[in-house]
């Protein structure tokens, strides 16, 4: 099973709301990731969790918040957004155990709007 | 510093036939992987295909094939016998180092039936 579930499919938020992003894979995987893509645009790295510690935060505003509450869950906070935050924001996982490969596993992604 | 590039923004193939989708890289690590994407218009990242930056071989998996040329720093995916369902963006990336994957702006393959 490589499959990684990312809920809503879809969000439409306020730029007053607060919403979370929940991303779950139970591959056993060790290292999380969250990326945000623009259309027709490749994926950006936004931040990684390893062993559910925080690795790398490519100087993300802090109207995002991410959280790795255990192995499996990550969640992206989200929070006074601006439109230009809209986007489609992806959630990977990789096996850290794997000695080749270390390809990432992707969600299907969410489409955040912010009016 | 580490770098990928993708040249070729669309392509179209006929149904049926193999097409090469290009990639090119740059990095001073001596122990690096290159890895094909597949993103449908759904928005969702499909692994394709992974070749080590010491592998002997070729890297396959089914239709799909990567031609590795290492002096040359290219990683080209064949994709052969061409299906509908091939219609998609597909990205190059470059990876591991610490964790960050960099990733190629990517080809728009179009199959034409």
């Known amino acids: 099973d490589t499959e990684v579930t ?3 499919k879809h969000l439409v938020m306020g730029m007053t709301n607060k919403k979370s992003l929940k991303c779950e894979q139970h591959m056993g995987h060790r290292a999380m990731y969250w990326y945000k893509q623009k259309a027709k645009k490749p994926p950006e790295l936004m931040f990684v969790y390893s062993y559910e510690k925080l690795s790398i935060n490519e ?3 802090s109207r995002f918040s991410p959280e790795c509450p255990n192995s ?4 992206l906070h989200l929070h006074a957004l601006q439109p230009e935050d809209s986007a489609l924001y992806l959630c990977a996982s ?4 794997a000695s080749l490969g270390y390809e990432q ?7 955040l709007t912010v009016t | 510093a580490q770098k990928i590039t993708q040249t070729q923004p669309g392509m179209f ?9 290009d990639c090119t890289y740059d990095t001073s690590d001596p122990s690096y992987g290159l ?7 759904s928005g969702e990242m499909i692994f394709l295909i992974y070749q080590g930056s010491y592998d002997q071989q070729n890297a396959t998996e089914g239709r799909y ?3 590795f040329q290492k002096a040359r720093k290219s990683a080209n995916l064949v994709i052969s016998a061409s299906q509908l369902g091939d219609s998609a963006m597909y990205f190059c990336a470059l990876g591991p180092g610490t964790y960050k994957y960099i990733f190629g702006t990517g080809t728009r393959l179009k199959v034409l039936a």
């Open chain 2, 13 to 21: 193939v006929q149904e049926k036939e193999a097409v090469t989708l």
């Open chain 1, 94 to 97: 990789r096996d850290d155990r």
């Open chain 2, 35 to 41: 890895f094909w994407y597949k993103q449908p218009s």
């Open chain 1, 59 to 61: 100087s993300v505003p």
């Open chain 1, 6 to 8: 990312q809920t809503p």
């Open chain 2, 65 to 67: 094939s990567l031609n």
């Open chain 1, 72 to 75: 499996s869950l990550l969640n």
């Open chain 1, 105 to 111: 596993y992707f969600g299907p992604g969410t489409r």
